[in-house]
């Protein structure tokens, strides 16, 4: 695709609930990371896949919270048990790896836990 | 751990200034670093990315510089415009090449 691109934007969910977030990264691109951004705070690791390398999961805040990544594409996270502090902006970026890091961010999905 | 930091959290200016965005970082072992702009209610677009053994990147109006030594990076506006208004933030690569550490931002309007 063009560029990364994320679904659902928005997400509404009940305390307890589990949910899934998809992210489509730039074709070709190696590197993607997740990232989650609460409301007035700054950007905060999540994980981080490299081709075919275990992930990077050392960002992941419980063990309720999970990732994936497909055939080396597209990549899910899950949050089972949702929390209402699990509320915020979960943002995805890839980019072409150690060959060029620039970084192309989706725009995000944006989760309530109520 | 990486701390970085940005000053001032927000900025009002005047159309037509030139202006200087500040970042901050605690470890300067890092690999690269790049400034972002984020506009309400989207993603993250890369402005400029610049490598640990660079000093400068420039890009149209923008121009950002790095000084790995002293654990700082500006990013140069110049000639300001209405549609710069969005919230810029820069993140630095640690080199343990997993992930980038982000500052909070910095908000910036400029008024017609």
């Known amino acids: 695709g063009a560029g990364v691109s994320q679904s659902p934007s928005n997400k509404v969910t009940e305390k307890g609930k589990d949910v899934e977030l998809r992210c489509d990264p730039i074709?070709?691109?190696?590197?993607l990371y997740w990232y989650r951004q609460s409301l007035g705070q700054g950007l905060e690791f999540l994980i981080y896949f490299q081709g075919n390398s275990a992930p990077d999961k050392s960002g992941l805040p419980s063990d309720r919270f999970s990732a994936e990544r497909t055939g080396g594409s597209v990549s899910t996270l899950t949050i089972q048990r949702t929390q209402q502090e699990d509320s915020a902006v979960y943002l995805c970026?890839?980019?072409?790896?150690?060959?060029?890091?620039?970084?192309?961010f989706g725009s995000g999905t944006q989760l309530s836990v109520l | 751990k990486q701390e970085v930091t940005q000053i001032p959290a927000a900025l009002s200016v005047p159309e037509g200034e030139n202006l200087v965005l500040n970042c901050s970082f605690t470890?300067?072992?890092?690999?690269?670093l790049q400034w972002f702009r984020q506009d309400p209610g989207k993603g993250l677009t890369s402005l400029l990315l610049i490598q640990s053994s660079q000093r400068e990147q420039t890009s149209g109006r923008l121009n950002a510089s790095l000084d790995k030594s002293s654990g700082r990076s500006t990013l140069y506006i110049a000639a300001s415009q209405p549609g710069d208004s969005a919230t810029y933030l820069c993140?630095?690569?640690?080199?343990?090449?997993?992930?980038?550490?982000f500052g909070s931002g910095t908000k910036l309007n400029v008024k017609p």
């Open positions: 470890d300067s072992a890092i690999y690269n």
């Open positions: 074709s070709g691109h190696t590197a």
């Open positions: 993140a630095v690569r640690g080199n343990n090449f997993n992930k980038f550490y």
């Open positions: 970026a890839s980019s072409l790896g150690i060959i060029n890091e620039k970084l192309f």
